[in-house]
Every structure is written in C-alpha cells, then in structure tokens.
C-alpha cells in the first residue's frame, strides 16, 4: 500500500530536483549549525545556498525533529 507521505518530508522530491543535491546533503549542513536557532538556519539556506523558504523550512524541521528524536 503506498501511502501519500505528508508534511515536510512531502517537499523532498521537489528539494532534489530543484537543487540537484539528495537530501542527506541538506540534513548534514543543517546538522553542522549546532546551536542554532530554526529560523537562524533557515535564513541560512535561503542566503548562502540559495533555497526557497517553504523548501529550506522543511529541511530545518524535518532535521531538528529528527535528531531531538535520537
């Protein structure tokens, strides 16, 4: 049964192809900017890496939830 995935998560395809990097790439850059805030990061993909802020605020959220759940 394929589920519709939902959430940020539902923006994945969409990061890769628009920007030409997997996911892991994201998650590893955002994981590097211990300490700081969501919106600091977000801020920062958007200024340095050029993403879209719907698609940079999934990637943030998605990475800090998962990592709080580690």
Known sequence: MNEKVKGPASYFPSIEKTYG???NHWKT???QRVGA??????NW???EHGLGHGHA???VAYTLTENKDR
């Open 37 to 42: 805030k969501h919106m600091e990061i977000v």
């Open 45 to 47: 993909l958007k200024s």
């Open 21 to 23: 990097q997997p996911i």
């Open 29 to 31: 850059l955002i994981q």
């Open 57 to 59: 605020n999934a990637l």
